[in-house]
C-alpha cells in the first residue's frame, strides 16, 4: 500500500509506492554505451567553426576568438529554441496568444574533453562551469525582453546527439511553467507563514535527516519528501538566497565541490545513469526575494514514467525519498 505525499511548494500529491512493479527496473539503470559519432563532434576543440561564432570563452589572454586552447566556450545553440533578434510582435489569435519565439539559447561547452561526465569532471572545471552560468545570468538580465533563465543540463544523455559535455542556458520572455508553479506556491506559503517554504523544508530536513544526503558549510543535499521520480535529488543554498546569480565566490566553489559529490553517489547508486539537470532561480523582473529560493534539481532517467504521470501529472513514485538518501549517503 502507496502513500500519498503532498509537495507544500507546488501543491502537488504524489504516491510513494514501493510496491509498484516498476521498483526493480528504478533501482538499476544499465549504462548505455555512446552512440557512434555520425562525423566530427562540433563541440571538440578544433571543430569551432562548426558552431555559431562564441559569445564568450575562457582561455589564455593570447587566445584569439573561434580558435582552440579555451576550458569553457559559449556559443549560440546550434538548433535555438528562440532568437535573439527582432521584436515579440505579441497578437491574439482568437482566444490565443501568440507570440515570436524571442529569447536566447546558447550551449555552455563544459570541457574541451568528448567524453566526460560531472562526477569525472575536475573540480576546478566544475567551477569554471558554474561560473559561466553566473556570468551569463547576469549578462542576460540586462535584457529588458528577457524576464527568466533556465540552465538545463542532460549529464551523459545516451539519446543525445551531443555526447560532448555541454549545458542549455536559456533567458526567455515568459516564466517556465514548472518555475511558476513553485513561485506561486512560494508566495502562498509566504503569505501566511512569514517565511520562505524552502527554508522551512532545509530546517526540518536538516533536524529529522531521514531525507537529508549531505551538507557542507552552504549547501544541503537532499530527496524532497514529494519526491516525482526514484531518486530525485535537490541541491539548495542552506542560507536563503533567492538569486543564483548573486552566488558568491566561496559559495562557488563549495557548490562545484558538492555537484561533483552528488552526481558521483547517484552514479554509485543507480550505475551511472542519464540525468537532467535543471537550475531554478527567481524570475529578473519579480525578484522574490524574500519567498524564493534558488535550487538545483537532479533527475535521473530511470525507470520510465507511468503513462499516467505524463498524462495527468500524477507521479507514482516507487522508491520512497528516505530509502533514496540513505542509499545515496552510504555512497560517500
Ligand atoms: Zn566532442
Ligand atoms: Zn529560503
Ligand atoms: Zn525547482
Known amino acids: 500500500m502507496g502513500e500519498l505525499r503532498r509537495d507544500p511548494v507546488r501543491n502537488r500529491w504524489v504516491v510513494i509506492d514501493p510496491e509498484?512493479?516498476?521498483r526493480e527496473a528504478a533501482l538499476k539503470v544499465e549504462a548505455q554505451p555512446p552512440p557512434p559519432l555520425s562525423g566530427p563532434c562540433p563541440l571538440c576543440p578544433g571543430n569551432e567553426a562548426m558552431t555559431p561564432p562564441e559569445i564568450i570563452a575562457f582561455g589564455e589572454s593570447s587566445r584569439q576568438r573561434n580558435q582552440t586552447d579555451w576550458s569553457v566556450r559559449v556559443t549560440p545553440d546550434l538548433q535555438p529554441l528562440c532568437r535573439?533578434?527582432?521584436?515579440?510582435?505579441?497578437r491574439p489569435e482568437g482566444p490565443f496568444d501568440v507570440m515570436n519565439a524571442l529569447g536566447a539559447h546558447e550551449i555552455v561547452i563544459e570541457s574541451p574533453q568528448h567524453l566526460l561526465t560531472w562526477a569525472e569532471f575536475p573540480e576546478q572545471q566544475l567551477e569554471r562551469v558554474l561560473r559561466?552560468?553566473?556570468?551569463?545570468?547576469?549578462?542576460?538580465r540586462l535584457d529588458g525582453r528577457f524576464r527568466?533563465?533556465?540552465?538545463?543540463?542532460?549529464?551523459?544523455?545516451?539519446?543525445?546527439?551531443?555526447?560532448?559535455p555541454h549545458s542549455h542556458v536559456l533567458a526567455l520572455p515568459f516564466i517556465p511553467y514548472g518555475i511558476e508553479e513553485e513561485l506561486r506556491g512560494c508566495r502562498e506559503f509566504y503569505a501566511r507563514k512569514e517565511r520562505c517554504a524552502f527554508c522551512d523544508i532545509i530546517l526540518h530536513e536538516r533536524?529529522?535527516?531521514?531525507?537529508?544526503?549531505?551538507?557542507t558549510d552552504f549547501f544541503v543535499v537532499l530527496a524532497p519528501f514529494a519526491s516525482r521520480f526514484p531518486f530525485e535529488t535537490w541541491l539548495l543554498p542552506l542560507r536563503h538566497a533567492s538569486d543564483?546569480?548573486?552566488?558568491?565566490?566561496?559559495?562557488?566553489?563549495?557548490?562545484?565541490?558538492l555537484v561533483k559529490r552528488t552526481m558521483q553517489m547517484v552514479g554509485k547508486v543507480l550505475g551511472n545513469p542519464s540525468c537532467t539537470i535543471v537550475l531554478h532561480s527567481t524570475p529578473f523582473d519579480e525578484p522574490h526575494t524574500h519567498d524564493y529560493h534558488w535550487h538545483l534539481e537532479i533527475i535521473p532517467k530511470t525507470a520510465p514514467v507511468a503513462a499516467f504521470g505524463?498524462?495527468?501529472?500524477?507521479?507514482?513514485?516507487?522508491?520512497?525519498?528516505?530509502?533514496?538518501?540513505?542509499?545515496m549517503a552510504q555512497q560517500m
Open 20 to 22: 509498484r512493479p516498476d
Open 84 to 90: 535573439i533578434e527582432g521584436d515579440f510582435d505579441r
Open 132 to 140: 559561466t552560468y553566473r556570468m551569463r545570468s547576469l549578462d542576460l
Open 148 to 164: 527568466s533563465l533556465i540552465v538545463v543540463k542532460n549529464n551523459a544523455d545516451a539519446a543525445g546527439i551531443l555526447r560532448h
Open 207 to 215: 533536524v529529522s535527516r531521514v531525507r537529508r544526503v549531505v551538507e
Open 244 to 257: 543564483f546569480g548573486k552566488i558568491g565566490e566561496k559559495e562557488l566553489v563549495d557548490l562545484a565541490s
Open 310 to 327: 505524463w498524462g495527468a501529472r500524477l507521479f507514482v513514485n516507487p522508491i520512497p525519498p528516505e530509502e533514496a538518501a540513505a542509499l
